[in-house]
């Protein structure tokens, strides 16, 4: 059995009374791995949710580069430390569902970035509750029928995908909604906010950026649907590299004259944009069949033909418009404290204890962090429960 290796302020002006400056504020939490200190910082404003280091060794504080989305309003909160390499917190007087984060500082994907940013970098997930149906990138050539596909199943199953919105920098066509098809920006913007870790993936196609922002994923994953991807070959290896555990779907043409006459006839390219696209398509086509980037290739011959072979492969059936997966939510108490026992995490107060599993943990930063499970140890059924903390 481990106490949670966190302090609050009375402890932290103990433990470094050697001439270290650790003025910590209200709602400070200070967790120690290795040589470091991660000072979370959490007040009522959503956005203000801060973090800073101190290197033990040489006393400097560094404010890191942080990725991910961060929690709203943290204020109270506790934290306990995960394989020395992520910081498990969990709010305090919060609802179950938004209760768990994780601060990750030294997991694959925090020293991948550290490389990319040359700063000490920290990134932000958030737990979910129960296992949720893994997301599905959608790639192929432009014209192909990717979003007539993925239009059929949002219509026709509304309530079990949502899309992820992509930016680009392309202008919106005619009947293109901001938000809904794309969010439209800048060359300039999407720039900044690719360097500032804001996207889950990003490419360059046709001559414009295109990219997933980690929010537009998070969206949809908080909205309890399976998140569809509508992303280029690019796209598609970059989110393979990730924590996300997509289902990888190739979507290729009879052949390379009808996806021409399908591009042609929806007439929303000048002939130049046309060329391009079909310069492009033949370089796709070669490396959505050739990667093994793909789990599945679907040829969309036949329009409803190809969307059943899809369904089949999602495994959904019509009666599946089922509602939003949602578990149960509770309340967490206002003062808690965290015992970490193997793979549970025990939080608990005088009057109540819960139990939060990590042993089916997956995913991660720059995503969720999935497979979690909490539930409320009844105090008569303590004994039988197989839970022995
Ligand atoms: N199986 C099909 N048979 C005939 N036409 C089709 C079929 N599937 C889609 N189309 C038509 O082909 C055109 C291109 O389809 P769509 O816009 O869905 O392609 P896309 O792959 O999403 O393209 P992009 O990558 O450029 O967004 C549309 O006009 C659509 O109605
Ligand atoms: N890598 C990414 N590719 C994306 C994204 N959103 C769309 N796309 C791909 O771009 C082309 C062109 O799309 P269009 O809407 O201009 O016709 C198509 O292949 C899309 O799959 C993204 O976020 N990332």
Not at 12 to 24: A, I, P, T, V, Y
Not at 64 to 80: D, E, W
Request: proline content about 4%.
């Amino acid at each position: 059995m481990g106490e949670a290796p966190a302090f609050f302020l009375d402890d932290m002006q103990r433990s470094f009374s050697n001439g270290f400056d650790l003025k910590l504020k209200g709602f400070e939490t200070a967790t120690v791995i290795g040589n470091k200190t991660y000072v979370i910082t959490g007040t009522d404003d959503p956005t203000s949710t801060e973090v800073r280091i101190l290197n033990k060794s040489t006393g400097e504080w560094v404010i890191p580069t942080v990725l991910g989305t961060k929690p709203k309003a943290l204020k109270g909160h506790s934290c306990v430390v995960l394989n020395e390499d992520r910081i498990l917190i969990i709010k305090t007087n919060s609802k179950s569902n938004e209760s768990v984060w994780f601060l990750e500082v030294d997991t694959q994907f925090i020293r991948d970035q550290k490389k990319k940013f040359d700063t000490e970098v920290v990134a932000w997930s958030k737990g979910v509750i129960g296992n949720t149906e893994r997301p599905v990138v959608i790639s192929g050539p432009s014209g192909v029928g990717k979003g007539t596909l993925i239009n059929k199943l949002m219509k026709d199953f509304p309530t079990m995908f949502g899309f992820s919105v992509s930016h680009t920098t392309r202008l919106p066509r005619e009947k293109e909604q901001i938000g809904v098809h794309y969010h439209f920006t800048k060359r300039s913007i999407m720039e900044e906010e690719i360097k500032s870790g804001r996207f889950l993936e990003f490419a360059a196609v046709h001559g414009n950026l295109y990219g997933t922002s980690i929010e537009s994923v998070d969206v949809v994953a908080d909205a309890g649907k399976r998140c569809i991807l509508d992303i280029d070959v690019q796209g598609a290896r970059s989110v393979r590299a990730s924590s996300l555990e997509a289902i990888f779907i190739f979507v290729c043409p009879p052949s390379f004259e009808e996806l021409e006459k399908r591009l042609r006839a929806r007439g929303t390219e000048t002939e130049e944009q046309i060329q391009k696209r079909l310069r492009n398509a033949k370089a796709e086509l070669e490396q959505g069949k050739s990667t093994g980037l793909f789990d599945h290739i679907l040829v969309n011959d036949d329009l409803e033909a190809c969307y059943e072979r899809l369904k089949n492969l999602l495994s959904i059936s019509e009666n599946m418009n089922i509602a939003p997966k949602t578990c149960e939510v509770f309340d967490l108490p206002v003062d808690l404290s965290l015992t970490k026992v193997n793979e549970k995490i025990v939080i608990k107060n005088a009057e109540q204890k819960i139990v939060l599993d990590l042993s089916l943990m997956k995913g991660g930063a720059p995503g969720r962090t999935r497979g979690l499970e909490m539930h409320v140890i009844d105090p008569f059924m303590e004994n039988g429960n197989g839970c022995n903390c």
